[in-house]
């Protein structure tokens, strides 16, 4: 079993439509969970972290995470054209283990 | 603002060629990592490193080394070039829940 499991997509909606992009992940001893979000030839920019369980907002941007399922989660409220792109989780152990597991990423395309 | 910049944006090089793809981090971070980016595989781990002088393999370290010399400064070695080494090569620095990433190298072995 792989460690993060991230549908590839691609997803394609509205303009103002709410998105769901999940992963699922393997080793419940993960604590640190991320979501990057990554536009066509350039590097990854981390949007929003959460330690352990629970929900973090930013904006129209919620990250949820539910340990005891192994599932995490980013809605974007509200979508905009300008929010196309791949979104990547990633998971850390955290402590000193600084290695961070990527899921493949989902291509997410927002219609005007 | 945060900066991570990488030597070069677009690198061509033939089979059996040394490699070396510099990466410059201007936010003082400890870590440092190597990453490569290839469809349908998604990011993968090459080296770490957590301290000057210091480093950890990845989860693909094989027929790459990497140096730090510098605290600002990593540098990923291909010893000798092979085309399975064509991809996107990204450097990131941070802490294990906030890593910044440079625009990547698009290199490419032929």
């Known amino acids: 079993q792989k460690e993060v499991e991230q549908d590839p997509g691609p997803l394609s909606v509205p303009e103002g439509a709410i998105v769901s992009l999940n992963c699922t992940y393997s080793?419940?001893?993960?604590?640190?969970f991320m979501w990057y979000r990554q536009y066509s030839r350039k590097g990854p920019e981390l949007l929003m972290y959460t330690y352990s369980s629970g929900n973090k907002e930013d904006g129209r941007f919620t990250a949820q995470v539910d340990k005891s399922s192994k599932y995490i989660s980013l809605f974007i409220r509200d979508s905009q054209p300008s929010d196309s792109a791949t979104y990547l989780c990633?998971?850390?152990?955290?402590?000193?283990?600084?290695?961070?597991?990527f899921g493949k990423g989902t291509l997410l395309t927002v219609n005007p | 603002d945060v900066k991570v910049t990488q030597s070069s944006r677009y690198l061509v090089k033939r089979t059996g060629e040394k490699v070396f793809l510099e990466c410059v981090q201007d936010m003082d971070h400890e870590n440092m990592f190597w990453y490569r980016q290839d469809p349908g595989l998604g990011l993968r781990l090459i080296y770490f490193?957590?301290?000057?002088?210091?480093?950890e393999k990845g989860d693909i370290p094989e027929g790459y080394s990497v140096s730090r010399e510098k605290k600002e400064r990593f540098s990923l070695i291909l010893e000798s070039a092979s085309t399975n080494q064509t991809s996107m090569y990204l450097c990131a620095s941070g802490t294990v829940y906030e890593q910044y990433f440079g625009p990547g190298t698009r290199l490419t072995v032929t």
């Open positions: 080793n419940s001893a993960f604590q640190y």
């Open positions: 990633a998971i850390s152990g955290g402590g000193s283990n600084y290695k961070l597991t």
């Open positions: 490193s957590y301290d000057v002088k210091m480093k």
